[in-house]
Nanobody
Framework: QVQLEESGGGSVQAGGSLKLSCRYS????????MGWYRQAPGKERELVST???????RYSEAVKGRFTMSQDNAKSVLYLQMNSLKTEDTAVYYC??????????????????WGQGTPVTVSS
């Protein structure tokens, strides 16, 4: 099992910055990466960024150029530096571990383990 605990959320004005942290622990068998997701009120959860075994983060178009994902394996912490925040970034942010899931004859890399989420509110 994997345990994830996010922190660092809060309220900030548009244009400001926040840094989220996700402390992780447990067994990482068959995992294929980690990621940050978010869910805004009334909307579905969406991907923000992921990082795989290659170590190069990938970002959604909505946050590219403003958010930076990093990982400190020695401390078992995943970070999300969020700059130039916009009101539309308001959401609960979740840390996730991606795992290989066998589906219809092949393996998919899917977010499988989730933290409890940390809320981010950006005001105008």
């Amino acid at each position: 099992q994997v345990q994830l605990e996010e922190s660092g959320g809060g309220s900030v004005q548009a244009g400001g910055s926040l840094k989220l942290s996700c402390r992780y622990s447990g067994s990482f068998t068959y995992t294929c990466g980690m990621g940050w997701y978010r869910q805004a009120p009334g909307k579905e959860r969406e991907l923000v960024s992921t990082i795989g075994s290659g170590g190069t983060p990938r970002y959604s178009e909505a946050v590219k150029g403003r958010f930076t994902m990093s990982q400190d394996n020695a401390k078992s912490v995943l970070y999300l530096q969020m700059n130039s925040l916009k009101t539309e970034d308001t959401a609960v942010y979740y840390c996730a571990v991606l795992k290989y899931i066998f589906n219809s004859g092949s393996y998919d890399c899917r977010a499988t383990y989730w933290g409890q989420g940390t809320p981010v509110t950006v005001s105008s």
